[in-house]
């Protein structure tokens, strides 16, 4: 390359957009269809559902414990498309780079989407650069979208919780918020708190081989498992009832919380679903989920009730019942 | 709403996020489909082919003469997926917002979008926002991804183009670009540039309806119909030959690039494309896209030669040939 560090031109759409793309992009992620370099990417698509995602990622700072902002893009939009029960197929990314980065840090996040589109079995088919000047956008900012099919048969969506359903937590919470939160505070004590960023489609795969019948399901990212379960909650006009002693959190991210007053029922994950199912199938799809390596702490947390009609209420450990409230104000900015 | 500015908590994923969506985003651009609020849409897709195609608009300022960058992310994606042939369908759009952004302003772009969206028969199906500290971005960058259907039949690529095919371009040049520029610089004499955004799938559809032997064809955005035009040479290993004379520039703009040095060639179009076509169906073509009004200065610029692989070359109203060759360094950043 000919800068080290990334320049206004970087993104005219000129030689040197040409040259970021060929020299860095497509060594990483070259497949016939982003190989083209048309405006958009044209793919097969068979016959039946489509299911699509976008996020934007933001997070500070772009390398944390256990990730970076580049698997971090692709196995939070991965989880999303299967979330609805879809096999994700194609990935879209867009980057907002700010003049100056070094190319050396854009390498090191490329390597790791690299990485990450392979362990997903995906493919990213097109793309997009804008560069802005220094002082307009903090680093760099990645938005993936995913694009996915849905098998017949599977129809996921948080309107669908039913009275008597299951609620099947797929491991520990609070891993990914708590290991950027520690590592932006520089807590040398929680230094063993790593992100649980992965991703999920593989461990969807086999709950979907072993029952279809999957109500709700999907990925607590911001706001945490409290935020996911209350929009199931009113989505569906149920209650959900919560057994605290049931929901796993790793020791030191407990204590890492303790120390900075945060509940890890808000914090975000990203590499855990909580799926709502019907009882007679919630032990046979947590014994599937339990073979996968991303959920072998797959555990049945709380289950749908008739009442308490949009609420989410924990039995604490005390033998107590307490609200998990919808948080009202940000706990963690940026933190995907 | 509560606040009358962007909080950090806006971007939470809590109650000020839900109020977000659910008082400014879907009264725009509620559906069936994005009023279910789950984290990824699923859409009917009937058998074919798929065209996907992301951009972030980063354009300074967000509102210019003749647009703004809600329309900008709209149109600019809907053309994207239209280049293709394709019949555009569904939109994502996610945001990333800056603290303390005026709500105003939000809306603004907001109500921007929604006419956007119903002036090209798409729908947004799914989206997302992120908002970051004062200072971390400026004000408000929105990526759209947009996912169209390929009728068969049609295989539209910049590596098909042939000798003795013609070139076509919908109108004038160099709009968008002088708009920004002129209205960022304060150029009271060009005060009558205005932007061209406009969504292009109803034209290109005219245009499919008289032949669907398009070769190649693309909206000029970032680097100008230059830069395009060599993709197009290089992809295709072929020459262009270009008439000057034949390539409409509007006065005002053309007075605007005389006064401060710069080549309307290598300036954004964001309402035009560009076509290359078999000769034999090119003058029927031509009188389709002059039909529609978006296409009624559609001209025939250039043909396309054996020899020059590689090269665009413009025959000067002098009489001359100079070569057209790709932008080195970034002309406008943040143009679109």
């Known amino acids: 390359m000919e800068y080290e560090t990334i320049q206004l031109a970087h993104g005219s759409g000129g030689r040197l957009s040409a040259e970021l793309v060929s020299r860095l992009f497509l060594p990483r992620f070259g497949n016939e269809t982003l190989n083209r370099l048309e405006d958009q990417a044209v793919v097969d698509f068979s016959q039946g559902r489509l299911a699509l995602t976008t996020d934007s990622f933001v997070v500070d700072p772009l390398f944390f414990p256990g990730g970076d902002i580049g698997d971090l893009a692709i196995n939070g939009t991965v989880n999303d498309v299967c979330m609805s029960g879809a096999t994700p197929l194609y990935l879209a990314a867009a980057f907002i780079i700010e003049e100056g980065l070094p190319l050396s840090i854009l390498h090191r996040v490329l390597l790791s989407m690299e990485n990450a589109v392979k362990g997903a079995g995906v493919q990213i088919v ?166 996968h390596p991303l959920g072998r702490e797959a555990v049945i947390i709380g289950e749908v009730v008739a009442d308490k009609q949009g609420l989410v209420v924990m039995r604490t450990t005390l033998g107590a019942q307490r609200i998990v409230d919808m948080p009202v104000g940000e706990q963690l900015p940026r933190i995907c």
């Open 126 to 291: 097109t793309g997009d650069t804008k560069v802005v000047n220094r002082g307009c956008c903090d680093k760099l900012f990645i938005t993936t979208t995913g694009v996915g099919r849905v098998p017949e048969g599977v129809n996921i969506s948080a309107a669908k919780l039913e009275a008597g359903d299951k609620v099947i937590l797929s491991g520990t919470i609070a891993d990914h918020g708590m290991a950027i939160l520690t590592s932006r505070e520089g807590l040398s004590f929680a230094s063993r708190v790593q992100s649980d960023t992965a991703p999920l489609n593989g461990l969807v795969a086999e709950m979907l081989r072993v029952s279809p019948l999957i109500h709700a399901m999907r990925d607590p990212t911001r706001g945490g498992l409290a935020t996911t379960l209350n929009e199931f909650a009113a989505s569906s006009r149920v209650g959900i009832m919560l057994e605290e002693a049931a929901v796993p959190v790793r020791p030191e991210v407990r204590g890492a919380c303790e120390v900075l007053g945060i509940d890890p029922m808000y914090v975000a994950n990203e590499g855990k679903l909580v799926a709502v199912v019907p009882a007679q199938v919630a032990d046979k799809i947590v014994a599937a989920m339990r073979s």
